[in-house]
């Protein structure tokens, strides 16, 4: 027992959750703990296994003895009862703090235990905590989103929760989620660098804010501004000069400074060392967090000038003290009265600062010559409030660029090979009238497989063993590609997990180098899903070069989450049409369950016949026992700018079907040996001539050379 009478354990919890900073940036939290407080008393009874498990573990750390404490927690959500959610999230934290990689399963289960199936009060809590700590990734929409619906006690809440990591999980098809290990990681590494103050839910500075969404900047600038310049004041004498003589000396030589001005300029240099403070920087930069701009991302830390902490800031202008902006406020009658010539403290600070800085970064020497040139353009007489627009320009510029990059970026998932993937479904009726759709799942591993090849092989011997192609899973028995396809229910549970291990082809040209597989099942929802890709090399004789918490075999990947489309209509007495399947013949590279080359990417070569597979169901019995229908299709050209030339009619035609069945499945060769290169519309009309029904679908096509 300590000197307050609480157990070493719980002395343990208050000093990682840190409840009072915690409350004291968190009002609402107050209003709702003093509450829930008074109604917890009569559910401790019912809690009170899941409390002697949580704090056994903690008193296991303690001591430790990290390994017996997680197997403590392991055992309790195994174990008949209520889930005590600060198990699952001390559980997770203190795998990614002993960097234990091989809990990394476990850890992954226990939080999404955590997070869907707490009860009672203290997971009530717990949430809420979690929500905070993930605030700095899912920005203030998601945020307030979320915090509603606990307030609420809305189950959306948990399943929201869930279904974000999921979409995030790099790896779906495995068990550990890499990027919300890698989420705590950061959060640990946070707690013992960023220490200058305990402003933020982890405990930290806010630099913790920065680096919990993005990782270790690429580059960093620590220093202290200080008023050493070497060209301020001289140009500062240069400005005043000008406000008295209204001309710069006739001959470019500099013109004897009067002794008023001088003393001016004396007292301004008084008045600059009064507002300036010494202000401690650190200037982090991300290159590559908006490529498709190209520009830096500069995110600026220093001390505050109203707190005296060390923070975020919104510019190098931040660390000016606001009075320094207003000059007049603070005047007597003996101090310059700056508005006079239009210079204020800020100002001058403004320059003096940016000019130390201009060396870190091309953004703050264009921002140093944007105020210079300001200056010199407007005059003496215009300065007035120049100081304050450029504190809001400059402001807004930095803004404008963080705003522009995504909320959160893994640095793990940039470490690994990038394989190209894409999925195309088609939707269909099957023989029961069921909706089904075939899922395509299309990857490109070549230049995933060739980097780690190089780095295992010699060069020459890649050479002789490919020359124009070959089958890199017979060649190298130990490289494995695979493609997994998932579907989730409404509280992203996996309902369906589909796998799938295509030949490893690797050719030497990049021209048709797509690995195909295809996935076909029953729809019954519109429901989320994922597709997955990973490369793996188990050559035990070959090491990874990457350090993160993929699996060391690991050689390349991607992911893909997305909604599938709604399912057909099966409605017996409702006409129906399957989704177009465009395609062309090609030797030895039919596409199953079709008879030619499926054109997933919708691109048909310049002079090849176009096969159209299309299904129509549902069709109305005549007197006579047979079905008709009427199919039209039109080629439409599409012009650069995206219109659809309608008044094109060269490529239409009309066809009439008598048919023994409801159901009709065909291939249909459309001859486009007049089609020039450039992108079409195909558009095919369906009419039950028994019932008069409609239907009609639309693919775009490509024609290249």
Do not use: C
């Amino acid at each position: 027992m300590n000197t307050y009478g609480l157990s070493e354990s719980v002395v343990f919890s208050l000093k990682y959750f840190n409840f009072d900073r915690f409350m004291l940036h968190n009002q609402n939290f107050i209003k709702f703990t003093l509450g829930i407080l008074i109604l917890g008393f009569a559910s401790i009874a019912a809690e009170a296994q899941p409390q002697q498990a949580y704090e056994r573990g903690l008193e296991e750390l303690y001591r430790g003895n990290t390994t017996r404490a997680l197997n403590t927690w392991y055992e309790a959500y195994q174990e008949p009862g209520g889930i005590d959610s600060r198990i699952g999230f001390e559980y997770i934290r203190a795998v990614t703090e002993n960097n234990l990689r091989g809990y990394y399963n476990q850890a992954t289960e226990m939080y999404y235990q955590a997070i869907m199936m707490g009860t009672g009060i203290n997971s009530r809590v717990a949430l809420r905590q979690e929500i905070e700590r993930i605030q700095p990734i899912i920005g203030e929409g998601i945020y307030r989103q979320w915090t509603t619906w606990w307030d609420e006690q809305n189950s959306d809440l948990q399943t929201d929760m869930r279904g974000y990591w999921i979409q995030v999980d790099p790896t779906p098809s495995d068990v550990a989620n890499e990027r919300l290990m890698e989420h705590w990681t950061r959060i640990a590494t946070a707690r013992n660098r960023f220490t200058k103050n305990g402003s933020t839910v982890y405990g930290t500075d806010e630099r913790a804010l920065i680096y919990i969404r993005y990782g270790e900047p690429d580059r960093s600038q620590t220093g202290i501004l200080t008023l050493q310049s070497f060209s301020i004041m001289p140009w500062l004498e240069n400005q005043l000069l000008r406000s008295v003589s209204g001309e710069d000396s006739p001959n470019g030589d500099m013109m004897p400074m009067p002794t008023r001005e001088l003393d001016d300029l004396n007292r301004i240099e008084d008045v600059i060392y009064e507002f300036h403070q010494y202000p401690e920087y650190e200037i982090w930069f991300y290159d590559r967090l908006t490529p498709e701009r190209g520009e830096n991302v500069p995110i600026i830390f220093g001390t505050d000038t109203q707190t005296g902490e060390f923070a975020l800031q919104k510019s190098v202008s931040s660390f000016i003290p606001e009075r320094a902006f207003y000059p007049e406020r603070q005047r007597d009658d003996q101090q310059l009265e700056f508005t006079r010539a239009g210079i204020t403290p800020a100002l001058i600070l403004q320059l003096i600062y940016y000019e130390q800085l201009v060396q870190v970064d091309s953004f703050f020497e264009n921002r140093l010559q944007a105020l210079q040139d300001q200056v010199l353009e407007q005059g003496m007489d215009a300065l007035q409030g120049m100081d304050l627009t450029f504190k809001a320009e400059t402001s807004s510029l930095l803004a404008q660029q963080l705003a522009r990059a995504p909320r959160q970026k893994s640095t793990y998932r940039s470490q690994i090979p990038e394989i190209p993937l894409g999925v195309h479904q088609y939707r269909f009726l099957n023989e029961q009238n069921e909706p089904e759709i075939i899922t395509y799942v299309e990857s490109e591993p070549r230049e995933a497989f060739l980097i780690d090849y190089y780095r295992n092989r010699n060069r020459s011997e890649l050479e002789t063993d490919f020359g124009n192609g070959a089958n890199a899973s017979e060649l190298f028995s130990f490289y494995e590609l695979e493609h997994t396809l998932q579907v989730y229910d409404e509280k992203w549970n996996v309902v369906r997990s589909l796998s799938d291990m295509p030949e490893l082809i690797i050719r030497r040209s990049s021209a048709d180098e797509s690995i195909l597989s295809m996935f076909r099942f029953n729809q019954e929802n519109k429901d989320n899903q994922s597709v997955s890709v990973k490369l793996m090399n188990y050559d035990p004789d070959t090491e990874t070069v990457y350090d993160t918490p993929f699996p060391e075999s690991l050689r390349g990947l991607n992911s893909l989450q997305f909604r599938q489309p709604e399912p057909l209509v099966s409605h017996s007495d409702s006409l129906e049409v399957a989704d177009l399947v465009l395609g062309y013949e090609r030797e030895g590279w039919e596409t199953e369950p079709f008879s030619f080359h499926v054109a997933n990417n919708q691109t048909i070569p310049f002079r090849e016949t176009l096969y159209l597979h299309y299904e129509v169901y549902n069709l109305a019995w005549q007197p006579n026992g047979f079905t008709r229908f009427e199919l039209t299709y039109r080629i439409l050209p599409v012009e650069e700018n995206g219109k659809i030339r309608t008044d094109e009619t060269e490529f239409i035609l009309t066809l009439n079907f008598t048919n023994e069945y409801q159901r009709v499945v065909e291939d249909l060769e459309i001859e486009t040996t007049n089609l020039t290169p450039g992108l079409y519309d195909l558009r095919v009309f369906v009419v039950d001539t028994v019932t008069g029904q409609e239907k009609e679908r639309t693919i775009r096509f490509e024609v290249v050379e």
